[in-house]
Structure formats: C-alpha cells, structure tokens
C-alpha cells in the first residue's frame, strides 16, 4: 500500500522558513517522481515543486524559484521542501504525491499524503 505522510507544517512569520517532510513506503521509491502541491482556500490546488527520485531532476513553479528547494532522500525515502523567504500568499495546505511526471502535473500523480497546513502571517 502507498503511503505519504508529511510533515513539518506550522504557523510562521513573513519571512521566516520551514521545512517539510514527506515520508514515503510502498513503492519503489527510486521509480517514481515526488512532488510538493498546495492549495490555497478558494484557489485550485498547483503543483510547486517535484523531484524525481532516479535521476534527481527537478522543477519549480516560477512563484517559488529561489526560496523554495527540494531534495531526497533515497535511502530514507523521504522528500523534503525547505522553504525560506515565506510570504503570506504561501499559506496553503501541502500535499506531496508520488508518481511519474516530471513536471509536476496533478494529473500525472495519482497517489496522495493527507497534506499539512502551512500558515505564513504578515
């Protein structure tokens, strides 16, 4: 069975970083790309940032380049996001998802964690 589960959310200042976990089993984590959504209340859910575990190619969404960065952990098969330079408009749940596309399009990852709140206060 595949699972995901986050972590690390929380209630942060403008400004201020956090890092978030997603912790994955069930799978063979080295052939499939894991990717960082979130989504905002009244807005769809966007991809962010993926990875992917075989190769460590990676992509971001414009909005996040350069205070975003994701990384792996194959042995531990986990998959972080460090987020810095938080602003407000970065408040959103996180979900992370596993599955093949490279460019981090929902509809290419088909299994999903539950999602941790990110909450950035100005």
């Known amino acids: 069975e595949v699972q995901l589960v986050e972590s690390g959310g929380g209630l942060v200042q403008a400004g201020g970083s956090l890092r978030l976990s997603c912790a994955a089993s069930?799978?063979?984590?080295?052939?499939?790309?894991i990717g960082w959504f979130r989504q905002a209340p009244g807005k769809e859910r966007e991809g962010i940032s993926c990875?992917?575990?075989?190769?460590?190619?990676?992509y971001y969404v414009d909005s996040v380049k350069g205070r975003f960065t994701i990384s792996s952990d194959n042995a531990k098969t986990t998959v972080y996001l460090q987020m810095n330079s938080l602003k407000p408009e970065d408040t959103a749940v996180y979900y992370c998802a596993a599955g093949k596309g490279s460019n981090c399009l929902i509809v290419d990852f088909p299994s999903w964690g539950q999602g941790t709140q990110v909450t950035v206060s100005s």
């Open positions: 990875i992917n575990s075989s190769d460590g190619s990676t």
């Open positions: 069930g799978f063979t984590f080295d052939d499939y790309a």
